[in-house]
């Protein structure tokens, strides 16, 4: 499987990558379109001497993730939009508990059932809190099928070193297509042991695993605890992608498969002599405020380009603190603009 | 240089295979593809629909607004697909089912009868490779050879009994699309 490019589905991709970064506890309840995934779990998990199971539901297939990490084991799920709203209580209680795993969402349309076309939708559940409490959630949004493998591996040596969930936030777009992919030997540092899981006390002081701290004042050092962590995330955490910015004079700031369109849209208008650029954040938390700042300093305009009805924008504008220079593009429902749509609103903007 | 195709038919006529048969044909040749199927609760009879993409570079955009090709096999996805060609395109239009490809203006259209030249070949399930074997005769994106060789890898196990009829297939597209 390793080193050579061979043809694979996003979804596929993602379910490899996963193993080869060492995951042998998969959890999940059906759900389109992310499928391929636990199709491709059932049977390379066990061939890989991990765990498989079809959970009877989505609360069950996370609390069964917790349990795994709980042990010690890299361990995963994966669901689409609805499903992940129902995993959230988990993901609260091991941000709480400090236990890393991964997440893999497929967004689709919503609210509710909405269908099963690609979506952005769920931004603001994965970086602004979808489960109660003061949490953070490592966020990961790949734009190639290349990229989903590698953000995958890199996701459980994030959610390790920093003993936290992360999420590969994606969509039903980049699962169903097909595109090369080469699969990478492990480039990440060692990790610290996991001097916390639950193996098995014998020889040794037993310990615990909680999220509830009801003595005085317990909780509130705990969140202190976890805040000063989170802050150390966003200092040493912050991936993105520049896009032929040095002579941009407006500048298009979106992620995933939209980012990865909106170069496109770049390259046309380029053609026509307008200087485009595109930023696209890879970590949407931490999301990449400074380095945006930045980025848009010398563009006389900003367009934001997401496949909701303006989520990311607001963390954009929390960046620039420059209204007057933000516009935005959105195409809700499973709706997703082509590379023309989007550079025929960057005329728009710059007449 | 990008060269983009649209397969659309309807369900039950190969259309997401022949689709990833022009992928892998293309991957064989070292170029960078992307391929994305329609994704709905497709079923036989009805749309289905995949675009490819195939570049020595980069590939911005798996989504299409417009493709250099297309290539309809049925009336479901002709009425839906007939206005995304790119000016100067070319149009490869099943006339077996689709009557409709003499309305098209502003790109090459080329009509042929491709249910039944896959009916002669064998059968009308061999209507996906016919047309790929025109598309490679018209477009020259992938070559006849790099589609042979790939069907081996798209065709399932169960069907390898297909493939010397797959083969003809292509063989006999290549020729009704004028190639040499």
């Keep these: ?351 | 240089m990008e060269r983009s195709l649209i397969m659309c038919g309807s369900g039950g006529q190969g259309i997401l295979l022949g689709g990833s048969l022009a992928l892998v044909a293309a991957f064989r040749e070292g170029k960078k593809v992307t391929w994305l199927p329609s994704y709905g609760a497709e079923k036989r009879g009805g749309l289905s629909y995949c675009a490819v993409v195939i570049s020595d570079e980069e590939i911005m955009s798996p989504v299409l607004s417009h493709a250099e090709c297309i290539i309809g096999l049925d009336t479901i996805g002709f009425n839906i697909y007939k206005g995304s060609i790119a000016k100067g395109g070319s149009f490869i239009v099943n006339s077996s089912l689709v009557k409709d490809g003499g309305t098209l203006s502003g790109c090459k259209v080329l009509e042929l009868p491709i249910s039944d030249i896959a009916k002669d070949v064998g059968s009308n399930r061999v209507v996906n490779m016919v047309s790929l074997g025109v598309y490679a005769a018209v477009s020259k994106a992938v070559k006849l050879d790099s589609l042979k060789a790939g069907l081996e890898e798209v065709m399932s196990s169960r069907h390898k009994d297909m493939i010397t009829m797959n083969i003809k297939a292509l063989d006999r597209g290549y020729s009704e699309g004028g190639g040499k």
């Design chain 1, 1 to 351: 499987m390793k080193n050579s490019k061979q043809l694979m589905k996003g979804n596929e991709a993602i379910a490899e990558a996963a193993i080869l970064a060492g995951c042998r506890f998969y959890a999940g309840y059906p759900i389109t379109p992310q499928n391929q995934i636990p199709e491709y779990m059932s049977w390379r998990m066990p061939e890989a001497g991990g765990s498989f199971i079809q959970a009877e539901s989505e609360l069950a297939a996370i609390n069964m993730v917790l349990g795994a990490s709980v042990a010690g084991a890299r361990a995963m799920t994966s669901s689409s939009s609805p499903g992940i709203s129902l995993k959230q209580e988990g993901i609260s209680y091991m941000a709480g508990m400090e236990l890393p795993a991964l997440i893999v969402n497929m967004q689709r349309g919503g609210p509710g059932l909405g269908n099963i076309q690609g979506s952005q939708a769920d931004y603001f559940q994965s970086v602004k809190g979808g489960g109660h409490g003061d949490y953070r959630l490592i966020t990961l949004s790949p734009s190639t099928v290349q990229e989903a493998a590698d953000l995958t591996a890199e996701a459980f040596y994030l959610a390790d070193k920093y003993r936290s969930p992360a999420l590969l936030l994606s969509d039903g777009i980049l699962g169903q297509m097909i595109e090369p992919v080469e699969f990478f030997e492990n480039k990440f540092l060692e990790l610290p042991p996991k001097d916390y899981i639950l193996d098995g006390c014998k020889g040794r002081k037993p310990r615990s695993l909680f999220s509830l701290m009801m003595g005085p004042g317990v909780l509130e050092k705990h969140n202190f605890k976890l805040a000063a962590k989170y802050a150390k995330i966003e200092a040493e955490v912050r991936k993105f992608e520049k896009y032929k910015l040095e002579d941009a004079d407006v500048l298009i700031i979106a992620n995933g498969i939209i980012g990865r369109i909106s170069k496109g849209a770049a390259n046309i208008l380029r053609k026509d002599g307008v200087k485009c650029g595109v930023f696209r954040p890879i970590t949407l938390w931490p999301f990449p405020y400074a380095e945006i700042k930045a980025a848009a300093a010398k563009a006389k305009k900003v367009l934001v380009v997401e496949q909701n009805m303006g989520q990311m924008v607001e963390d954009v504008r929390l960046a620039l603190l420059d209204d007057s220079k933000v516009s935005f593009l959105g195409r809700p429902g499973g709706g997703c603009p082509f590379p023309e749509e989007i550079a025929d609103k960057v005329r728009e903007i710059i007449k």
